[in-house]
């Protein structure tokens, strides 16, 4: 399964591809109102970092002004995709960019039948959203459960990114299923690195190492000792 990291810090980006298990970048609205400043500079500085696909997401409703929006986008780098909300203007936009070349990830999908219509209309990438739904007392990941296979019965294009992940175990669970990618804030990231007996293991393993190198050198030491004792009464 693919890792993309939802965010828009650069400095979690750098990271993160630095430790070679960056597939791809997710941005929104609202990641990229956390950080602020030009979004057309802020994506040209993921999509430099990001070995594969880096969503941009248009804030238009109408299909017009999501076209004209997703153009800019997709002139910004070729690793661009267009990030569009499913919705009746939303499925012709993706439409009529799958007939222009320009890749597509449908978001705040909710449903199978969602994500099958997106699938339909052209979108390479199919975003449900599994944590917003289990805010709500639902079970998110059962969309991810049925929209995998139906994109595998029918040998669809599209890949399955699971979104809205809130915790390591979305993760676990999104693999275990074959959803194709799933896309995570950062600090889920390092949740999936770290488990108290591993960070507690290397602690253990270096004090018995530096206890291990300390009584080597004393024994070394208590020979060289003696010698020196037994010259000086000689
Ligand atoms: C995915 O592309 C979205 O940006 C994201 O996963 C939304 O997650 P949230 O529900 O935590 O805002």
């Given at each position: ?47 430099d ?22 153009r ?65 007392n ?14 595998d ?6 890949e ?62 208590e ?12």
């Amino acid at each position: 399964m693919k890792i993309f990291l939802d965010t828009a810090e650069i400095d979690e980006i750098r990271i993160a591809a630095r430790w070679g298990i960056l597939d791809g970048v997710t941005t929104n609205p609202t990641l990229y109102a956390k950080v602020g400043g030009s979004y057309e500079d802020i994506l040209k500085q993921i999509c430099d970092l990001t070995p594969g696909p880096v969503s941009a997401e248009v804030v238009a409703e109408d299909v017009e002004g999501m076209l004209r929006e997703g153009r800019e986008f997709a002139k910004l780098a070729p690793n661009i995709v267009v990030k569009v909300p499913m919705s009746e203007e939303g499925l012709e936009a993706i439409s009529r960019f799958a007939e222009e070349g320009i890749k597509t990830n449908c978001t705040l999908i909710f449903t199978a039948n969602q994500g099958l219509l997106a699938a339909k209309a052209g979108a390479s990438l199919l975003s449900p959203f599994v944590g917003r739904l289990d805010d709500i007392n639902e079970e998110g990941m059962d969309v991810v459960r049925e929209l995998v296979p139906i994109i595998d019965t029918y040998d669809i294009d599209s890949e399955v990114l699971v979104a809205s992940v809130r915790h390591p175990r979305h993760v676990t669970e999104a693999a275990l299923i074959g959803a194709h990618i799933a896309t995570l804030p950062f600090k889920v990231l390092q949740q999936m690195v770290h488990h108290p007996l591993t960070d507690k293991g290397i602690v253990t393993f270096r004090a018995d190492w530096e206890k291990a190198r300390k009584d080597a050198a004393s024994k070394n030491a208590e020979p060289a000792a003696a010698g020196a004792a037994a010259g000086r009464q000689n």
